[in-house]
């Protein structure tokens, strides 16, 4: 970060927040507090950080950009890509048995499933793998996804439709214009659901669940939100 000519565009991240360390010279360094930038204002965080860029550094046009670090061929075979992460805040899944029957659901289509596994031995990998015995489904419809997010990153980029809850993946779905659907629990309040929503050119739905959401009907929008 001290590098002659380098920039830091810091956003909010863990280093920043825990102020432990200097990040860089401070005449190098531009913040964009994510969490405050744009005060009570329902704007998604695309279109804040486009305002941000612009007042900061004069970029007029800003748009997301993601280039991903790996490639992955399906040939002709289309592909949803599946998270059920949730950060290890549980309020933002939904309780079972949806995982099991959305997968049974993508697993019915034309499509080959890849679902992340989460971290090695975490509550997602496990709760992800249930999920998956649990539909009865072989691995030529399911498959799973096991490494760096960077990884599967690069299987969305790769794919016809992404699901997922609020996390990563639907942002990573956004900037590539890949379709997505995301079902979005545990918002404390309109202004977290609205920033943190994904804001995609491509095709998205954004299925906002209440806390005692009754798991079938909620997987009956879904249903209704997936393409033809």
Same mark, same amino acid.
């Given at each position: 970060m001290d590098q002659p000519g380098s920039?830091?565009?810091? +956003?909010d991240s863990r280093l920043t927040q825990l102020g432990l360390l200097p990040v860089c010279a401070e005449q190098r360094h531009h913040l964009f507090e994510s969490r405050s930038f744009g005060g009570d204002s329902l704007a998604s965080l695309p279109a804040l950080t486009r305002q941000w860029v612009r007042e900061t550094l004069g970029v007029e046009d800003a748009? @997301?950009?993601l280039h991903p670090k790996f490639q992955h061929d399906f040939g002709s075979q289309p592909v949803t890509a599946v998270s059920l992460g949730v950060g290890e805040n549980p309020a933002k899944r939904? %309780?079972? @048995?949806?995982?099991?029957?959305l997968l049974r659901l993508l697993a019915s289509r034309d499509s080959l499933v890849m679902v992340d596994a989460?971290? +090695?031995g975490s509550e997602e990998e496990t709760r992800v793998r249930r999920a998956i =015995? =649990?539909? !009865? &489904?072989?691995s030529g419809r399911i498959g799973v $996804? %096991? !490494? =760096?997010? =960077?990884?599967? &990153? /690069?299987i969305i980029a790769a794919s016809s439709l992404y699901f997922g809850y609020d996390s990563a993946g639907q942002h990573v779905a956004a900037a590539l214009g890949v379709p997505l659907i995301?079902?979005?629990? !545990? $918002? &404390?309040n309109d202004r977290m659901f609205a920033r943190w /929503? @994904?804001?995609s050119a491509g095709p998205s739905t954004v299925i906002k669940a209440s806390e005692d959401q009754d798991p079938h009907a909620l997987l009956n929008q879904v249903k209704s939100a997936l393409p033809l």
């Open positions: 920039l830091v565009l810091d +956003p748009q @997301p950009w939904v %309780e079972d @048995p949806f995982e099991e029957e989460g971290a +090695p =015995a =649990a539909t !009865g &489904a072989d $996804h %096991e !490494g =760096a997010f =960077a990884s599967f &990153a /690069s995301t079902v979005f629990a !545990g $918002h &404390a /929503s @994904p804001d």
